[in-house]
């Protein structure tokens, strides 16, 4: 599904004797996957739209982003620098069993990283400020030992 705003309008119109006709319009972030609901619906694509062919999407680039690690008593501390990202919504962070997994997505560049935390840990604090992402990740059984 689109993000962003827009809309899709179908428009059927049939007579007597006539074979309905279909139309489907589309705006906004709705546009990239118009012929895509005309195929489902089995309109026929205009003239236009047959010479017309979509831009192939520029990929993003890849990059590790920079990361330091420290260790405080049942605390680890994670500091990812992500330039252009702006705002926590732009961040997946996953955990895994015995790692983190982070998705970062700025306008040309995804950043990625993948980091070892202790087994039975958790995400106790996430918060981004400043271009970094800094996660706190506890261990459960430190208070147990």
Do not use: C, H
């Amino acid at each position: 599904m689109p993000k962003g705003s827009g809309g899709i309008s179908i428009t059927i119109t049939s007579g007597t004797g006539r074979e309905p006709k279909v139309e489907v319009k589309t705006s906004g972030s709705f546009k990239e996957v118009e012929p895509e609901i005309k195929r489902k619906l089995g309109v026929k694509p205009s003239v236009e739209e047959i010479e017309e062919k979509p831009k192939p999407k520029q990929t993003k680039i890849a990059e590790e982003p920079e990361t330091k690690i420290e260790n405080i008593g049942n605390k680890q501390i994670i500091k990812i620098k992500l330039p252009n990202v702006k705002s926590l919504k732009d961040i997946e962070i996953k955990k895994l069993e015995q790692s983190i997994e982070i998705k970062a997505f700025a306008k040309d560049v995804t950043y990625f990283k993948l980091i070892p935390i202790p087994a039975n840990s958790y995400i106790s604090n996430k918060e981004f400020k400043d271009n970094v992402l800094k996660i706190e990740i506890e261990r459960w059984w430190y208070a147990w030992n």
